[in-house]
C-alpha cells in the first residue's frame, strides 16, 4: 500500500543553520513526490516537485528510489520558513494524493 | 483570478445533525479534491472528481459521507448524521487536469472548520 512517513512532529533550528525535514515513502510503481507548505494563517501551497528538479526559497529535495525518500533540505534556515511542512505522493496509476502528517518547522532567532 | 474559495469558513453543529461544505473551485479546473485535516494527522484523502468521470470515492471514511459536483465545477461534501469524531478542517482542492500519468498542481482552498459538539 502506498504510504508516506514524516518522522518528526516538531522540528527546532536556529536561523542561519543547516535543516533537513525527512520524508519517506512506499510504493513500487513511478512516484511523483511533492513537498506543501502551510505558513501560518495561510493556504496550503505547493513548495516544489521532484520532477522539476528546482530550488524554491532555498529549498531542495532529491528523490532517492533506492532509499524511497524524498528530504526537504535548506543550508541556512530562515525565520520565515517557519511553518508546517508535508510530503505527499502521486503516481501514475492511481488518482489520489497520499500526504504525510506534516513537520512543523520553528527556526528561531 | 480568484482562488478556490471554501464556505462556510467555521461550523459548529450538534452530534446528529447534517452538514453541508461547500467547494468553488478555480475556474477551468477540472480536478477537484476533498481532503480531511485532523489535529495531529496529515491529510486524509476523502474524494475526486475528474471532469465527467465517476468520482473515486475511495477515501470516504463511511456512508455518512458524500459529495457531488454539480456541472463540472462547484462541489458540497455532506457529512449526515454528524459524529464527534467528524471535528476537523476540511480542505477543497482543485488542478487543471490530472490525467493518468499527468499530475498538476493541486490549488487548495482556506479550509471549513467543523466543530461537532
Known amino acids: 500500500a502506498q504510504r508516506v512517513t514524516q518522522p518528526e512532529k516538531l522540528l527546532s533550528v536556529f536561523k542561519g543553520a543547516p535543516v533537513e525535514l525527512k520524508c519517506n515513502y512506499s510504493?513500487?510503481?513511478?512516484?511523483?513526490l511533492f513537498w506543501y507548505v502551510q505558513y501560518s494563517r495561510q493556504r496550503l501551497q505547493l513548495l516544489l516537485r521532484?520532477?522539476s528538479r528546482e530550488s524554491i526559497k532555498g529549498f531542495t529535495a532529491d528523490l532517492n528510489k533506492g532509499e524511497t525518500s524524498f528530504h526537504l533540505k535548506k543550508p541556512f534556515a530562515q525565520e520565515e520558513d517557519s511553518a508546517m511542512y508535508y510530503c505527499?505522493?502521486?503516481?501514475?496509476?492511481?488518482?489520489?494524493?497520499?500526504f504525510g502528517s506534516g513537520t512543523k518547522l520553528n527556526v528561531k532567532p | 483570478g480568484a482562488g478556490v474559495s471554501q464556505s462556510p469558513s467555521n461550523k459548529v453543529t450538534e452530534k446528529g445533525k447534517d452538514v453541508e461544505l461547500r467547494c468553488d473551485p478555480i475556474?477551468?479546473?477540472?480536478?477537484l479534491y476533498w481532503y480531511r485535516q485532523s489535529l495531529g494527522q496529515g491529510l486524509e484523502f476523502l474524494i475526486y472528481?475528474?471532469?465527467?468521470?465517476?468520482?473515486?470515492k475511495s477515501g470516504l471514511p463511511s456512508d455518512r459521507f458524500s459529495a457531488e459536483r454539480t456541472g463540472g465545477s462547484v462541489s458540497t461534501l455532506t457529512i449526515q448524521r454528524t459524529q464527534q469524531e467528524d471535528s476537523a478542517v476540511y480542505l477543497c482542492?482543485?488542478?487543471?487536469?490530472?490525467?493518468?500519468?499527468?499530475?498538476?498542481?493541486?490549488?487548495f482552498g482556506p479550509g471549513t472548520r467543523l466543530t461537532v459538539l
Open positions: 475556474s477551468g479546473h477540472t480536478a
Open positions: 482542492a482543485s488542478s487543471f487536469s490530472r490525467e493518468w500519468g499527468h499530475t498538476d498542481t493541486q490549488y
Open positions: 510504493y513500487s510503481g513511478s512516484p511523483e
Open positions: 505527499a505522493l502521486s503516481g501514475r496509476d492511481f488518482n489520489k494524493f497520499y
Open positions: 472528481f475528474q471532469g465527467n468521470s465517476a468520482p473515486d
Open positions: 521532484h520532477i
